[in-house]
Structure formats: structure tokens, C-alpha cells
């Protein structure tokens, strides 16, 4: 770990709020990355065996359709982090995930960060405090898009 | 209702003929009229009023203004409209072609107020068509560019083909302006973001302490964006948003459009998001 990524990733608003303790020994766990546009992080179905921050740049949570290639659902940018799975089993990817655009980011090692979890509750509770938001903010923005708002209405009136 | 509901004007009881002298396609089903008066030219509108619109024989619309000539530009007889097909209405007037003449009435309605925005940043979040009513803020807010802080424009669509003003808002960006789009399904070939426009606020770079934020979309997308501006630091009574109610006489009489205490045809239809939000949480309100 370097004091240069613990800055890197207070930098940003998700792990800014992290208690310089639990900050450094997440920090432990990652490092730099830099990938070029198109890259393939994970499939859907794969081990779920890292997590990221995105320092820079675009991520698509994909899935692939039959006959239809792998169809993006969302993108993630700057500031987010791109994986949840890795906090529960079985530890599998449910979407792939590939780059739109060059990125720098910080990549964790799960399994390593789920061991710190386990033998130490402040962190484990630290981290699922900031994941919980990513989870239920991603599922409240699936079901607002579910209502296909801007569809055109069903003729209800003269307008 | 302590307010007087105001006397009616010519302007705004019987609709002034218009004649189509302009019809740009937007998408598949929107289109933006511009119109001249064949006679009597209504009063000049400001950003967020919107006009009473007439399909002869089929009957009347709400729809905002999406643009506002200046007498400078000697066109400020005009009135410019962009609306969508989604009713008998709405289909007869998206129909309308060059020569044919419609009817108007108005201005109605409250305005944006875009000048209390001098100084601040401004934020303009639009989702579908609201794009249209904001349209006149951000060419009030460029056209006196030095008098106001950062300019972001966020937009949600449904499909890339469903994007308004796709090449002014690329001009726009290019002029300074941070645009940001992002939509629900993306098409083959779209390069951009996939979302909903709420995750484009906490990374859109301005100072909450500082920002009038303009909102306009369908109402659950106004809700979820002003929750979202307000979690960033935007003050409630700095977010307005656009309301959309069943408006009929355009001046706060028939009642078809209120909302609790309000007409939104008089008292709105923009509205901050302090006075706003106790009543389109209501259910049935």
C-alpha cells in the first residue's frame, strides 16, 4: 500500500467518510489500474474476486441476450464503484462488465477485503454501511426505469 | 383560494388564429411549430408560460413555450412550440404543415424566472420532452453567459432516437456548457451513458450552495431529481420544477387543474420544489 493511493481513494466522495484506520487497511488490498477502451472486466457468471473504484472514466454493466450480443444496462462513471457481488455467495458475477472508454481506477482484491470483514466487525460494518447505498440506489434506479417514464402515455384524454 | 382569479383578456379567452410558418421534426412523434399571428399577436411570453393551443374542431392543449424570439431578432411575433403526438389534440396539431393556421392563446402561467439566477450556478435537469420548456432558460442563461456562474444541462431519454435538439445541445456543449445525456435503452451503436438521469447529478460539477436548478419531466422523474439535488446540498426553495395538470382556461377559473391549494394553470406551472413536493407526494392530489 501507498500513502498516494490511500489519497487517491479518500479523494473521492465514496470512501471519503472512511475512518483513516479502516481507509488504510482497505488501501491494503488495492492498487492502480489503467485500461484501454473495450476491455472486459468480468462476465456474468465469473468469480466475483474484485471490486473497483473509478478514478476516470466509463464502465457498462452488461448481459448478454441471445441473438443479441451483450445488450449494456447501465454505466457507471467516475466516483463509483463497479461490483457488489463479491459481498455475498456465492460470489458470482449476476452482469458482465467492460470499459467505454479508457479508465484508471482502483481495484481490489474481494476475497482479501471479505477476510478483513470477518476478523474485524468495524470494518466489516464500515464497508457494508457504504455498500448498502450502491445496492439499493441501483435498485431503485432499476425500478424507475421499469415504469419506462417517458414512454409515450396510453390515450387517456383528448390531449 | 385568497388570490382574485384575474379578468379575462381577449389574449387569453378566445384563441387568436396562428398560422404555421415553420415545422421542424424532432422524433418520430414531436415536432416544433413555429407560428405567426394572422391578426392579433399575443402578449410576449417568458421562459415557462405556456399557450393554449387550438386544433380547430378537435379542441385545445397546454403546451410551453420552447424557444422565445427577442424583438431584436424582429421575430418576436412568434411563438415557437415543440410538442408530442400523444392525444387527438396533440395529433391534429402535430400534423400541422407550413400555411396551416391553429389557434393560440395566452401567455399563461408562471415563468422560470431565470434572472433570480444571476450569480449562481445553474443546474437544468430535463427528462423526455421536458427538455422543451427548459430550452428558453438556457438561451436566456447563454445569451448573458457572463452574469451567471457554472451552466449544466442533464438529460434523460428513453432511446437515443427519442433525444431532442440533439445538435444544439452539442453546440451548446461545445460553447461551454457541461451536457450530459443519458438514456434508458440504448440503441445499437450509442456510445454514451445508461441510466436513469438521477446518477447524473451527484458527479455534475457545481456548488449546491450556489445553484438554481430548473426540473422538467414526468412528475415520479422530477420527484427522484429533486430528492437527488437536494441530497447534493441544493436548497428546496432552489429547485423548481414544471407541473403538468389538466389545464383548461388558463387563467384560474374552471378549476380543472388544481393541486390542493393551487391552480396550476395560474399559480404554476412552475412551482419551487419547497411548495411543490407536500402535494405531488399526496396520493390522489
Known amino acids: ?159 | 383560494m385568497s388570490a382574485r382569479a384575474p379578468a379575462l383578456e381577449a389574449g387569453s379567452a378566445v384563441p387568436q388564429p396562428y398560422r404555421v410558418i415553420a415545422r421542424h421534426t424532432d422524433t418520430a412523434d414531436t415536432v416544433t411549430l413555429t407560428i405567426e399571428p394572422d391578426a392579433v399577436p399575443l402578449e410576449r411570453f417568458a421562459p415557462g408560460q405556456f399557450a393554449m393551443l387550438t386544433a380547430y374542431g378537435i379542441g385545445e392543449v397546454p403546451i410551453s413555450v420552447s424557444a422565445i424570439a427577442t424583438p431584436e431578432q424582429g421575430r418576436a411575433r412568434r411563438l415557437v412550440h415543440t410538442l408530442r403526438a400523444v392525444g387527438a389534440v396533440t395529433r391534429a396539431l402535430h400534423a400541422a404543415r407550413p400555411g396551416d393556421v391553429i389557434g393560440a392563446r395566452g401567455p399563461f402561467g408562471t415563468t422560470w424566472d431565470v434572472a433570480s439566477a444571476v450569480g449562481h450556478d445553474v443546474v437544468i435537469v430535463a427528462g423526455g420532452i421536458g427538455l422543451a420548456p427548459l430550452r428558453p432558460v438556457l438561451h436566456a442563461v447563454l445569451a448573458d453567459r457572463p452574469r451567471y456562474g457554472r451552466v449544466v444541462v442533464l438529460i434523460g431519454g428513453r432511446t437515443p432516437a427519442d433525444l431532442l435538439y440533439r445538435e444544439e445541445m452539442a453546440k451548446i456543449s461545445a460553447a461551454g456548457a457541461e451536457v450530459a445525456v443519458i438514456v434508458d435503452q440504448p440503441a445499437d451503436g450509442w456510445t454514451g451513458q445508461v441510466g436513469v438521469v438521477t446518477t447524473l447529478i451527484p458527479p455534475a460539477h457545481f456548488d449546491p450552495d450556489r445553484t438554481v436548478a430548473f426540473v422538467c419531466g414526468p412528475e415520479i422523474m422530477m420527484r427522484f431529481t429533486a430528492q437527488a439535488l437536494i441530497a447534493r446540498g441544493v436548497p428546496a426553495p432552489r429547485v423548481r420544477v414544471s407541473l403538468e395538470r389538466n389545464m383548461r382556461c388558463g387563467v384560474g377559473w374552471c378549476g380543472h387543474c388544481q393541486l390542493g391549494p393551487l391552480l396550476v394553470c395560474r399559480d404554476g406551472p412552475v412551482i419551487d420544489y419547497a411548495h411543490s413536493e407536500p402535494l405531488i407526494s399526496v396520493r390522489e392530489l
Open chain 1, 1 to 159: 500500500m501507498s500513502a498516494d493511493l490511500t489519497d487517491r481513494v479518500s479523494a473521492l466522495p465514496f470512501f471519503a467518510g472512511l475512518a483513516p484506520r479502516l481507509l488504510r487497511q482497505l488501501c491494503a488490498e488495492g492498487r492502480l489500474v489503467r485500461y484501454p477502451a473495450g476491455k472486459r472486466l468480468f462476465g456474468e457468471g465469473g468469480d466475483a474476486d474484485r471490486f473497483w473504484l473509478i478514478e476516470d472514466g466509463s464502465v457498462a454493466l452488461d448481459l448478454r441476450v441471445p441473438g443479441r450480443g451483450d445488450q449494456v444496462i447501465e454505466t457507471l462513471g467516475a466516483g463509483t464503484v463497479v461490483g457488489w457481488s463479491w459481498l455475498h455467495p456465492p460470489y458470482r458475477w449476476s452482469f458482465g462488465a467492460a470499459t467505454r472508454s479508457p479508465v484508471q481506477a482502483v481495484v481490489f482484491a474481494a476475497a482479501a477485503v471479505r477476510g478483513r470483514c470477518d476478523t474485524d466487525p468495524a470494518f466489516g460494518y464500515a464497508m457494508l454501511r457504504l455498500f448498502t447505498p450502491v445496492i439499493t440506489e441501483r435498485l431503485q434506479a432499476t425500478r424507475l426505469r421499469l415504469l419506462d417514464l417517458y414512454a409515450t402515455p396510453a390515450p387517456a384524454g383528448r390531449s
